[in-house]
Each structure stands twice: as structure tokens, then as C-alpha cells.
Nanobody
Framework: QVQLVESGGGLVQPGGSLRLSCTAS????????FGWFRQAPGKEREGISC?????????YYVDSVKGRFTISRDNAQNTVFLQMNNLMPEDTGIYYC?????????????????WGQGTQVTVSS
């Protein structure tokens, strides 16, 4: 049973922006750290970013997204976001959110039921 739902993906031109959302309808996200992952065509899934629950510290694991992507959370909306600016074709892929139900980063994706189904991001002119 999928516990998380991502949304916000789509087709965007290079240089454009998207904001991905990750939410749950039946439980509270505020206590846990969350990670965003992506899987590019023909490549393995990689961890992009993580946000703690204790102090909202953020981490970025892919050099190419630093300065362009921002992870955040709004506990009132029960949602974790990934703001993606200045998108490039190499950002194309399926983006997932996940949690290990731990308070601190990193998220390793160890709980199968705590991954979303993914949202497709395509950056192309």
C-alpha cells in the first residue's frame, strides 16, 4: 500500500521551473525526514535531497542540483516540496519521495511502503 503521493511533474522547457509535492492523506508527515530521488532513463535511481524533521536542515547529494533545487516542507499542508529552477534536459526522469520514518537524514528508502509512485519530469525544447 503506497503511503505517499507525488505530483507536480510535467513537460518543461530548459530554463523552466517546476515544484513537486509529496503528501499523504492518512498520516502525518511532520515527524519524519523525507528524501527526493530521481531515476533518469537508463540509469539507477539516485538520491537528490533530504530534509530533517527536527530542525528542517536540508541536504543536497547531487552537485548539479545545488543552487537550483530547494527542498522544503509545510507541516500545515502535510506536504514536502521540491522546487526545481533552471531545469536542464539532464534533469529528466521520474521523481520520487520517500521516508524511512526516521527524524534525520539521509533517507535510504528502506521501507517499501513509504515510497510514492513517482512523477515524471521531462525537460525538453
Amino acid at each position: 500500500q503506497v503511503q505517499l503521493v507525488e505530483s507536480g511533474g510535467g513537460l518543461v522547457q530548459p530554463g523552466g521551473s517546476l515544484r513537486l509535492s509529496c503528501t499523504a492523506s492518512s498520516w502525518t508527515l511532520r515527524y519524519w525526514s523525507f528524501g527526493w530521488f530521481r531515476q533518469a532513463p537508463g540509469k539507477e535511481r539516485e538520491g537528490i535531497s533530504c530534509i530533517n524533521s527536527r530542525d528542517n536542515s536540508t541536504y543536497y547529494y547531487v552537485d548539479s542540483v545545488k543552487g537550483r533545487f530547494t527542498i522544503s516542507r509545510d507541516n500545515a499542508q502535510n506536504t514536502v516540496f521540491l522546487q526545481m529552477n533552471n531545469l536542464m534536459p539532464e534533469d529528466t526522469g521520474i521523481y520520487y519521495c520517500a521516508t524511512d520514518l526516521e527524524e534525520i537524514c539521509p533517507v535510504r528508502g528502506t521501507r517499501d511502503n513509504y515510497w510514492g509512485q513517482g512523477t515524471q519530469v521531462t525537460v525538453s525544447s
